[in-house]
C-alpha cells in the first residue's frame, strides 16, 4: 500500500488577500473591454456558448417531444384498435339480435298461415 503524501504547513497570514487580487482582475477585464478586437472576440465567444446550450436544451425538448408524441401516438392506436374491438362486438351483437328477432317473426308467420289453414 502507498504512503499518504507529506503534509505541508501554511500559514494564513502568508496568503494573498484575494479581495485585492479581485479588485485587480476587475480592472484588468474592464480594460480588455474597452479594446475594441477583444469585445469583438469576447462576444462571439458569450455568443457560441449561449448557442451550443440553447441547441443543446432545444434538441433535448426535441427528443422529449418525441418520446411523448410516439408514445401518445401508441396510445391512440390502442385506443382506436380497443374501440374498433367495441364497434365490431356491438355490430355483431346487433346483428344477431335482429337475426334472432327476424326467426321469431318468421315463426309467428308461419304460426298464422299454420292456423289460417286449418279447417
Partial sequence: M????S???????SLPNVIDIAHRM???VRLAHKDYEFSSIFGQWK????????FGTLALALAEMSNRLEMS???LGWALSNSTETVLE???SEAQAHRTHEAEE???????ERKLGEP
Fill in 2 to 5: 502507498g504512503s499518504l503524501p
Fill in 7 to 13: 503534509t505541508f504547513a501554511v500559514e494564513i497570514s
Fill in 26 to 28: 476587475d480592472g484588468i
Fill in 47 to 54: 455568443t457560441n456558448q449561449l448557442l451550443v446550450h440553447g
Fill in 73 to 75: 401516438l401508441s396510445e
Fill in 90 to 92: 356491438q355490430g355483431q
Fill in 106 to 112: 318468421l315463426e309467428a308467420l308461419k304460426d298464422i
